[in-house]
C-alpha cells in the first residue's frame, strides 16, 4: 500500500478530533494531516471551513480540583498552506515529496487560580501563554512521524517543549481506527509552571516547595471517526499522558496521569 492514499483515508479520522483541539488540556498531535485536504467533494479532508461541536471530559490536575466535563463548539479551517485548529495553527514552509516543515502557533490555557479552593491559596495563578515554533512531518508506508519543538514568546513561563509523535492508521471502509503514540520533553520552566511546581514563595507546611526539573511523559491515545456523508464527520478521541514521576510526585498533582477523552460532530462547508 502506498502511503499517500493510507494517510488521505487515516485524515478522515483525525478531522474531527481535531475539533478537541479548544482550550482543554489534552494534546493530540493530529494536525499533520491536513496535509491531504483537497476540493473533491468526497475528500476525507475538505478545503475551507468546518463547524461543530463535541463533548470532552477529563482528569483535573491539581488537588482538590474537579474532573472537567463540558461541551464546546469547534471551528477548522484548511487553506492550501494555512491550518486553523481553534486554539492552534499552522503554516507549512515546505512540502518535498513525504516530508513537509511548517512553523506553529498555540495558545497555552493557565490552569491553576487559587481562588478555585483554599488548598491553592498563595499560589501563583497559572496565566495563559502563546508559544511558536517549528515542526516537521514524514510520511512512510505505515506511520506518519512528527516532530514539533516551541518556546513561550510572552514571558509567562519562559519554557519550551519537544514533542515525538507517531500515528499509525487503520481503515476499514468509512470507518477509521488509529492508534498514535510519543514522547513530550518539557524544558523545567514549562513543567514547572504548568505541571506541579512549588516555589518557596508558594510552600507552606501541607504544600512544601518543589521543582520538577525537566521532564519527559510518554503519550498514548486513539482516534476513531465514522463519515456519514459528504457534509457530516463523527468522531472520538482519547488521550493518555503518564506523567513524568517529577510531575506525578508533587505534592500538588492529583494523579500518575491525565486522561481526556471526546466525542463530537462536524459539519462541512
Known amino acids: ?40 467533494p468526497d ?8 463547524l461543530g461541536g463535541a463533548v470532552i471530559g477529563g482528569q483535573a490536575r491539581y488537588q482538590h480540583q474537579d474532573d472537567t466535563l463540558m461541551p464546546i463548539p469547534g471551528a477548522l479551517y484548511f487553506g492550501d498552506n494555512l491550518m486553523y485548529l481553534g486554539d492552534r495553527a499552522r503554516y507549512y514552509l515546505s512540502r518535498d515529496g513525504n516530508l513537509s516543515t511548517y512553523a506553529f502557533g498555540r495558545m497555552r490555557f493557565g490552569n491553576l487560580d487559587p481562588d478555585d479552593d483554599p488548598f491553592l491559596h498563595g499560589m501563583e495563578k497559572r496565566k495563559g501563554q502563546f508559544e511558536a515554533g517549528v515542526g516537521a512531518d514524514l510520511i512512510t508506508p505505515y506511520a506518519l512521524w512528527s516532530v514539533r519543538a516551541t518556546t513561550d514568546v510572552t514571558g509567562t513561563s519562559d519554557g519550551q517543549e519537544l514533542m515525538l509523535w507517531a ?28 505541571f506541579g511546581g512549588v516555589s518557596q514563595d508558594e510552600a507552606r507546611a501541607d504544600r512544601p516547595a518543589w521543582n520538577t526539573g525537566t521532564t519527559l511523559s510518554p503519550m498514548v491515545s486513539l482516534i476513531g471517526s465514522y463519515r456519514f456523508s459528504a457534509n457530516w464527520i463523527g468522531g472520538f478521541g482519547i488521550n493518555y499522558e503518564r506523567y513524568d514521576n517529577d510531575i506525578a510526585d508533587s505534592p500538588i498533582v492529583q494523579h500518575q496521569g491525565e486522561l481526556y477523552a471526546g466525542f463530537g460532530v462536524g459539519y462541512i462547508w
Open 1 to 40: 500500500m502506498s502511503p499517500v492514499p493510507a494517510l488521505r483515508h487515516a485524515s478522515l479520522g483525525a478531522f474531527l478530533a481535531l475539533l478537541f483541539c479548544s482550550p482543554v488540556r489534552a494534546d493530540l498531535d493530529i494536525g499533520a494531516l491536513s496535509a491531504f485536504s483537497s476540493d473533491s
Open 43 to 50: 475528500s476525507p479532508i475538505p478545503k475551507g471551513l468546518v
Open 167 to 194: 500515528n499509525f492508521p487503520i481503515i476499514r471502509g468509512p470507518l477509521l481506527l488509529m492508534p498514535g503514540a510519543g514522547v513530550m520533553l518539557r524544558s523545567h520552566n514549562l513543567a514547572n509552571y504548568y
